[in-house]
């Protein structure tokens, strides 16, 4: 198995830029939870503290995608180096102004200004995958191993703020994101050798979003979908241990959720899938659909552990799958903004399910909240279906196949 990851680090330059891209994004999985831990601790306001963190997340939403598209533009280091820069910066300050007791709106304008450069450091990561891997199944390979390292994220980010805000503090959280930012992107951003060529658009020139592309929108929906069923699960998790009498359990839980995805992103990569793209999308969609349907069974802690690892088995092939599409049926020039897309519509769906499923739990407990979860794991499936025939002809039809630069006819352009 770790043969087959051994090969693609062995491109030129890529296991730097993934070893780079992985301290780069280990705020992603801190942020969230030490924000909302600091600002409860500091100020004892659980609704202050959400509300922090739901402007952070919603703003990003909105600003990824336009910095995506002068990525692909005008290139990585020169829009996103002092992007991020100013994003942690906003990060320590947002981690002062907590300790200050500053006044609301102070951390909201810091945690918007964090959020609207934040970008998205795995669609960079991938980006450059795909400028150097040269076979289509090397890019799957690549992109199951990000899956992987994403996962991890999530598995550590959690317990990382948990610990270090018991031990020290909880706005330590938020000073390790900055650290991991900084850190991160300096390495990855010296890295030019693998850095996508900009492609600057020629005088009069239209670019239009890669959103008028069908399949991005339907991966979009989906995505949207599949955001808005993790976000309800979430607090879903939390209300049930709570009301198991183990509130601390909840991260374990859903790290067993991670644990289950990382688990088979590592044995889908290192595998070659005869199946046609839409149908290992197809089938990655509904099996997940059909696990969360059993957490309404679970009746206690082991039982609900053992169906959220099983069911995480789904998860990386699925988004695996999904960025091999984007890659397949998006301009090489716009590869960025495409991959971004799909994870600003997971932000999205994420905010809306953890909405839906606190309004849900309120009614009726951590059941009501997994039926918001199963309902949105279904709706994500319909989404699916309806889209299938349009991302079956993209994928398997003359448009889907690789395209390739002159010049290097030996090399598929993804």
């Known amino acids: 198995m770790f043969s087959t990851y051994a090969d693609v ?5 890529a296991w730097r830029f993934s070893l780079a891209g992985f301290v780069m994004r280990m705020p992603m999985s801190l942020v969230g939870i030490a924000t909302i831990l600091s600002v409860k601790a500091e100020y004892g306001n659980y ?25 692909d533009t005008r290139g990585q280091r020169a829009v996103m180096a002092p992007a991020i820069l100013v994003s942690a910066l906003s990060m320590a300050g947002l981690a002062a102004a907590i300790l200050a007791h500053a006044p609301a709106w102070v951390l ?25 891997v040269d076979t289509p199944q090397r890019l799957s390979t690549a992109y199951a191993m990000e899956a ?3 996962e991890f994220c999530f598995i550590v980010g959690p317990i990382l703020a948990t610990v270090l805000g018991t031990a020290i503090h909880p706005v330590a959280g ?3 994101g900055a650290v991991f930012f ?6 990855f951003f010296a890295q030019t050798s693998t850095e996508p060529p900009a492609a600057p658009r020629e005088q009069g020139e239209r670019r239009p979003t890669v959103l008028r592309n069908p399949v991005v929108v339907i991966l979009a929906l989906t995505y949207v979908g599949a955001g ?15 009301e198991h009498g183990a509130p601390g359990l909840a991260g374990i839980l859903l790290a067993f959720f991670a644990a289950g995805s990382f688990t088979a992103a590592l044995f889908y990569g290192s595998r070659t899938w005869s199946q046609p793209l839409w149908k290992l999308f197809a089938g990655g969609i509904l099996l997940l659909a059909m ?7 679970a009746r206690n802690l082991v039982m609900l552990g053992v169906v959220m690892w099983i069911t995480g088995l789904t998860i990386a092939p699925t988004m695996t799958n999904v960025n091999t599409i984007v890659a397949r049926v998006v301009p090489p020039v716009q590869l960025t903004e495409g991959l971004t897309w799909t994870i600003t519509a997971m932000n999205v769906g994420t905010s809306v399910g953890s909405a839906l499923g606190g309004r849900s739990i309120d009614a009726s407990g951590a059941h009501g909240g997994f039926l918001v979860v199963v309902a949105s794991a279904w709706v994500m499936a319909a989404l699916m279906v309806i889209g299938l025939p349009r991302l079956r002809r993209d994928t398997t039809g003359p448009a889907a196949a690789p395209r390739v630069p002159d010049g290097e006819a030996s090399r598929p352009a993804f």
């Not at 680090?9 to 330059?13: D, K, N, Q, V």
């Not at 900084?182 to 390495?187: P, S």
């Open 9 to 13: 680090l062995r491109i030129h330059g």
């Open 182 to 187: 900084i850190a991160g992107g300096a390495v």
């Open 47 to 71: 609704s202050l503290a959400g509300a922090v963190s739901a402007v952070n997340i919603l703003v990003s939403c909105l600003c990824a995608p336009q910095l995506a598209r002068l990525v």
């Open 108 to 132: 909201y304008l810091l945690a918007a200004t964090c959020g609207a450069t934040w970008g998205s450091p795995g669609s960079l990561v991938r980006s450059r995958w795909a400028q150097v």
């Open 291 to 297: 696990g969360v349907s059993t957490f309404l069974l």
């Open 228 to 242: 808005t069923m993790f976000g309800a699960n979430d607090v879903s998790v939390v209300a049930f241990t709570q």
């Open 148 to 150: 992987a390292i994403d």
């Open 174 to 176: 938020l000073v390790l």
